[in-house]
């Protein structure tokens, strides 16, 4: 099996998978083009076992003919981001006005469906059960729930995934072991007050003015409550108050993240969050409410596992491609869920190529490219690692 060659092989393939994908993005939710285009194309490839996950996810499986039993189950994300791409020079732009691939989404939807091109050409040599989970919605921090409430990962020895990484040149791959993505939490505060005119604050009860507090006051749980070389991100990005100018506040909402690295200091920021509000708001008279939406746990990816996948990227492209330290992500991914079920590691695939400066530019921007020389390296490590897996090579 000798998936880098093969891979190569397919690069005119992908690329044009890929372009077909980035200029039909489809957002969180909405995947259904996107799914349905997937379908065809495991169709094409002949694994005809699939089905969707809650509307606009696909789910495939199919086995090996060899000996074995060992299942392995490779995740690749599908949802693209509501921005207006400004790229209309390139003639795979974006058809979809306000939507943009900027977050490499479709390389990761082609990279894992020509690894499964290639894995059910070599099903004779592996035995065991290859599930493929093309999963969306992971910009809103909800599909991976999805597929993981599915049961469709239970019983899976090992869970596998891919990121482009524009900090990366194409050719390099990361695998790193420990913390590698932050938690993601939005929350929204409710504050109530009393109105009253300007002129008589002791007649009112000030929502804007305990929202204020409550802005100033969240930093200390940062600086004065986890240890500082314990990574954690309080931002509030919303702030809404007020009618006129002479009335004192009634209520007032604002809107914002926790990021964490573990789960321990993530429980224990949101729980004094949930306190601070609440007493912050009862001192001047008011009252309030936290809600919460958990997007994402902590990306953490497991030494042993990491050592796996290592040798395969050694193994297919040489010592020189690994990477195992890059700086930690305040970012999140929702492959953290699954993670959570099944042991596994997040890798990331280099996107970056100096010569085409829209490959450096950072994920979520309107003019980002992504190099595609990267999708047969996606292709063969999702294979190879899964092949390597599953006839026991690994583990």
Sequence with gaps: MDFRKEAEALSPALTALRREFHRHPCISREEFWTAERIEQELDDIGITDHRRIDNTGVFAVFHGEGPGDR???????????????????????????????????DLHATGLLGAARLLWAHRADFGGEVRLCFQHAEEIGYGAKQFVKAGVVNGSGRVFGIHTAPDLPVGQVGVKAGPNNASVDHFTIRIQGKAAHVSTPHLGVDALYIASQIVVSLQALVTRRTSPVDPLI???????????????????????TTRAFSAETRAQANGELDALCTEIAKLYGGTAEVEWEDFASPLVNPADVCREVAGT???????????????????????????AVVPGVYAYVGTRNEAKPDTCRAAHNDRVDFDEDALPIMAALHAQYAADYLTGKLG
Aim: aromatic letters at 6%; charged letters at 20%.
């Design 71 to 105: 299942v392995i189950t490779l995740r690749a994300d599908i949802d693209a981001l509501p921005i207006q791409e400004l790229h209309p020079e390139l003639d795979y732009c974006s058809q979809e006005e306000g939507k943009m691939h900027a977050c490499g989404h």
């Design 234 to 256: 309080i931002g509030v990005g919303k702030l809404h108050a007020g009618t006129s100018y002479n009335i004192v506040c009634e209520s007032a909402v604002l809107e914002g």
């Design 313 to 339: 990227v050694t193994g297919l492209f040489g010592p020189q491609a690994l990477v195992t330290e890059r700086p930690l992500s305040c970012g999140g991914d929702d492959f953290a869920d699954f993670q």
